[in-house]
């Protein structure tokens, strides 16, 4: 099965400052790779999705990731924070068959004034 | 609106007591899937569906039951429901396992 690893349950921040969320996972085969973004009280929102065809993933609200096979990372950066950045972020990997869904154990933003 | 419901959104019950947490999507999605946040453990698949009367397990199917008669229902049952399964449930559906997964609100169960 595969496993995702979040680094950091807790990050914290300035706002305007860099924001660099952590994702490690276990895979010899790239699989599809997924950022999600939840904000309190809600359901999880799409943030970027890797498929293999560009290393480098921009998403929504300026995020991006970028695909490291050699490192088997998919870390997730943003140039400037914002305070509606401030939110739970998970990665998340599928399976070869792309049914099934492993996710991080997620990391809270907190974004600083 | 294009979105993906659940009900109930809060529910306090005993153990043992069966119980059924509905979830329909309006898109179409052929895919939908079941998911349990816990802390400290983001979330676990549960149960997932490819199309009408297909369903497999996920990584923690252990106590549930689903079931996929309709494409835009996929109700999770709880026929003895125990403390541990006591979570934050999230419903999602897709066009397929490649597509983004849209997510209901959520459902907060606790099973006393």
């Known amino acids: 099965a595969q496993s995702v690893t979040q680094l950091g349950s807790h990050v914290s921040v300035s706002e305007g400052a860099l924001v660099l969320l952590r994702c490690n996972y276990s895979s010899s085969v790239p699989p599809y790779l997924f950022w999600y973004v939840q904000y309190p009280n809600q359901g999880l929102q799409l943030l970027l999705k890797?498929?293999?065809?560009?290393?480098l993933v921009k998403g929504i609200n300026g995020f991006e990731a970028e695909f490291k096979k050699s490192e088997t990372s998919f870390h997730l950066t943003k140039p400037s924070a914002h305070m509606s950045d401030a939110a739970e972020y998970f990665c998340?990997?599928?399976?070869?068959?792309?049914?099934?869904?492993?996710f991080g154990s997620g990391t809270k933003l907190n974004v600083k004034p | 609106e294009a979105q993906v419901t659940q009900n109930p959104r809060y529910l306090i019950t005993v153990t043992g007591k069966k119980l059924t947490v509905t979830c329909s999507q309006n898109m179409n999605h052929e895919y939908m899937s079941w998911y349990r946040q816990d802390p400290g453990l983001g979330l676990r698949q549960i149960y997932y569906s490819m199309n009408v009367e297909v369903t497999d397990k996920g990584d923690v199917p252990e106590g549930y039951k689903v079931s996929r008669k309709e494409k835009r229902n996929f109700p999770l049952i709880l026929e003895s429901p125990s403390p541990n399964q006591t979570s934050l449930y999230f419903c999602a559906s897709s066009t397929g396992g490649r597509g983004e997964q849209f997510f209901g609100p959520g459902t907060r169960l606790t099973v006393l």
């Open positions: 890797y498929t293999s065809a560009a290393t």
């Open positions: 998340a990997v599928s399976d070869q068959g792309f049914n099934k869904f492993y």
